[in-house]
C-alpha cells in the first residue's frame, strides 16, 4: 500500500474523533522543502484554527509513531479555503448553482478559464451558464478538456 494511502487512512480516523472530514492528503515538494498536507473542514461549521490545531496535533503524535521519509517534513493541516477545489463528483454535485471558475488545458473558443453558475454535471460534461457581455449563455465544456474546477468569489 502506498505510504500516502497509509496516511490518509491514519488521518481519516484521527479526524473522525473530532467530526472533521478529509478532503485531500499530499506528500509533495514545494520550494525545496517537504510537505505533508491535509486538507480538511468541518461539515455545516468550516474548520476552525482551533480544529486545525488540534487535528495537526493528533496528526503529528501519529506520524510519530510511523516511518515515511528519514529526511524532516512539514506538517500542514489547513481548510480548503473559499475557493476550494472541486475533485470529486460529490464536490461538483454540492456546487450545482454556485459560483465556479473551471480552467482547461486547451482554448475553448478563445478561452481556457470560465467563471459562471455550475448548471448540471454528468460524466462528460460540466453545463456552466456564463455571462457575456451582460448576456446570459450557456456553456458546456467537455470534462476531458478540464484542468482545474474550483469555487469562485464573483466580485
Do not use: W
Amino acid at each position: 500500500m502506498k505510504i500516502t494511502n497509509v496516511i490518509r487512512l491514519m488521518c481519516e480516523n484521527e479526524a473522525q474523533k473530532l467530526g472533521i472530514s478529509i478532503l485531500d492528503v499530499e506528500y509533495l515538494v514545494e520550494h525545496g522543502m517537504k510537505i505533508l498536507r491535509v486538507i480538511a473542514d468541518k461539515p455545516g461549521e468550516g474548520l476552525s484554527v482551533d480544529d486545525s490545531a488540534l487535528l495537526n496535533q493528533q496528526i503529528s503524535d501519529c506520524l510519530d509513531n510511523m516511518d515515511i521519509d528519514e529526511e524532516n517534513y512539514y506538517l500542514e493541516v489547513s481548510s480548503p479555503g473559499i475557493e476550494r477545489h472541486l475533485k470529486t463528483n460529490k464536490d461538483l454535485l454540492e456546487a450545482v448553482n454556485k459560483y465556479i471558475c473551471i480552467k482547461t488545458y486547451q482554448k475553448i473558443d478563445g478561452n481556457k478559464e470560465f467563471y459562471g453558475y455550475l448548471k448540471s454535471i454528468d460524466p462528460n460534461y460540466l453545463t456552466i451558464e456564463i455571462n457575456i457581455k451582460g448576456k446570459s449563455n450557456i456553456k458546456i465544456i467537455p470534462v476531458s478538456q478540464i484542468s482545474l474546477v474550483r469555487l469562485a468569489v464573483k466580485f
